[in-house]
């Protein structure tokens, strides 16, 4: 009897059945009556709208996951990942060229089995709901800018990582570690100025009555700016959002489209302050140093499992390598994922709570900031009412009308009406 084997099947098996769950849950909690804060923003029609979004997503999401679950079960029982290594190994390269051979393979037919899903996703389920605006042409150039992008970056990374496995003796999982870590840090900087660029245009806000309201309160922070930039989010989907990226000199502030177009300078002062608070509140260096001490967890247990025989026989394979344990680990790495991308959640909603506090304090306008609320949760079909299970496994930012009621109680807040 192999452990290992049932551990990683009962594994595979749970976390589908835990969100199966939760999203019935979910699916469960839906409220047909609009909530009493969103009267006035939501018409009948389109609150029940977004729910048939949230109901057809969520049924989408969970096809998804009901064939690609048997099929990963299937992959492990017959044998397949022996098959890609037997045809990585016929190739007669070095033992490191080999196991970058054996994971593309591994990627790429994953990719080819999850391209079919993503092209119903975003032309039938975003192009019902009216959010899709991605162009055939655009999305077959994504997802081979993505390949590259992987080749490379990642190629780079797992040859490091496996050479210093097989080159440096109990200490490799330290080396392996410190150069990830490096590697993340310089892609933080280089990201906004490089990679970004390739999916996305961004261009400097003009000289308007925004920009100007922008510059006037990021002075008042004393925050330099390094550029406050638009991004069109509008070529791929009608929805809108705005992000802090970068450091140094390449730290920007990105805008989409859809949302300066949406929305009053005030309310995109407060969301570009509820940004900025992240930068502030030190947000975004917790954000690194939980992914920096998490990947050392990952890469020292990963040290424990280099090679196993037992490991090995669970997948069928006929050799063992570092490269394919690599890829194993993840199957055994997977519950400790969950436990701790939960605790990051409650980290990240604590934050978000933060961050709009200090953009309403610094902008001294809590109306605009709840104003951008409801108006993104609107837009974007947002379900105002998701179950707390739900909340606590998978949402890295608190329901809109907890954080709503959040700032209204901030001090001198709480008499807005």
């Known amino acids: 009897m192999n452990y290992y084997l049932i551990f990683i099947l009962a594994v595979i098996i749970g976390t589908y059945l835990l969100d199966l769950f939760v999203e019935r849950l979910n699916l469960r909690n839906l409220e047909t009556e609009l909530p009493e804060e969103f009267k006035g923003y939501y018409d009948r029609d389109r ?137 993340r840090l310089l892609l933080a900087f280089l990201a906004p100025a490089v990679i970004m660029p390739l999916f996305n245009r961004y261009t400097p806000l003009e000289k308007d009555d925004l920009r100007e309201a922008i510059e006037a309160y990021a002075k008042s922070q004393n925050f330099k700016l390094k550029g406050v930039y638009q991004m069109d989010g509008s070529r791929r989907s009608a929805k809108a959002n705005a992000f802090f990226t970068g450091f140094g000199r390449f730290r920007r502030i990105v805008l989409f489209d859809t949302l300066i177009e949406k929305h009053t300078t005030a309310e995109l002062v407060s969301v570009l302050a509820h940004e900025m608070g992240h930068y502030k509140k030190g947000h975004i260096w917790m954000s690194m140093l939980l992914s920096f001490l998490t990947s050392g967890l990952m890469f020292y247990i990963l040290s424990l499992f280099i090679d196993s025989p037992q490991l090995f026989a669970a997948f069928r394979m006929e050799s063992t390598s570092v490269y394919a344990s690599l890829v194993f680990f993840g199957f055994l790495y997977q519950p400790v994922d969950t436990i701790l991308s939960v605790f990051g959640n409650i980290i990240s909603r604590r934050n978000e709570y933060a961050a709009d506090a200090y953009a309403v304090k610094t902008v001294g306008n809590p109306r605009a900031m709840i104003e951008a609320l409801k108006k993104l949760s609107v837009d974007n079909l947002s379900n105002l009412t998701p179950h707390p299970v739900k909340v606590f496994m998978s949402y890295r930012h608190p329901p809109v009308l907890q954080r709503i009621r959040e700032i209204r109680d901030i001090p001198s807040v709480g008499t807005l009406n």
Do not use: H
Not at 163 to 170: D, L, N, R, T
């Open 47 to 183: 609150y029940k709208k977004a729910q048939e979004y949230l109901v057809e997503n969520t049924r989408f999401s969970l096809i998804n996951s009901s064939i690609v679950t048997p099929v990963s079960i299937a992959f492990i029982l017959l044998g397949g990942f022996n098959l890609a290594d037997r045809f990585a190994r016929s190739l007669n390269l070095d033992s490191i060229l080999t196991g970058l051979v054996f994971t593309g393979v591994l990627l790429l037919a994953y990719q080819l089995l999850e391209i079919p899903f993503s092209v119903y996703e975003t032309f039938v389920v975003e192009e019902k709901y009216g959010f899709n605006r991605t162009a055939p042409k655009t999305f077959i150039l994504d997802i081979l800018k993505s390949w590259f992008l992987t080749a490379v970056i990642g190629g780079a990374a797992l040859y490091a990582i496996i050479w210093f496995f097989e080159s440096s003796g109990k200490w490799a999982w330290f080396y392996c570690w410190m150069i990830v870590a490096a590697f």
